[in-house]
């Protein structure tokens, strides 16, 4: 099994910037590809970053040029920068990754005060 956990959430004004960070424990190393999505209250959750073992990055249309996402493969952590914030970025952010299994962390809010 691979446990995540989610920090660096909380509150920020629009414009701010914030640095979400999950750690991964247990079997890490079936680990080939971590990633942070999000849910907005009555909306779908949706992927915002996805990083692969090989270095590949990927990222929502809305997201691309703000977010940053981040490994530190020594420390099994994933990391999430995010920059000039807006409101509709209010979220609950979670840590996936992706081995034989799926496993996601509990969700860290972010929100987004205009």
Request: charged share 15%; glycine share 10%.
């Amino acid at each position: 099994q691979v446990q995540l956990v989610e920090s660096g959430g909380g509150l920020v004004q629009a414009g701010g910037s914030l640095r979400l960070s999950c750690t991964a424990s247990g079997m890490t190393s079936s680990i080939n590809a971590m990633a942070w999505f999000r849910q907005a209250p009555g909306k779908q959750r949706e992927r915002v970053a996805y990083s692969s073992n090989s270095g590949s990055t990927n990222y929502l249309d809305s997201v691309q040029g703000r977010f940053t996402i981040s490994r530190d493969k020594a420390q099994n952590t994933v990391y999430l920068q995010i920059n000039s914030l807006k409101p509709e970025d209010t979220a609950v952010y979670y840590c996936w990754s992706q081995g034989t299994i799926w496993y996601w962390g509990q969700g860290i809010q972010v929100t987004v005060s205009s």
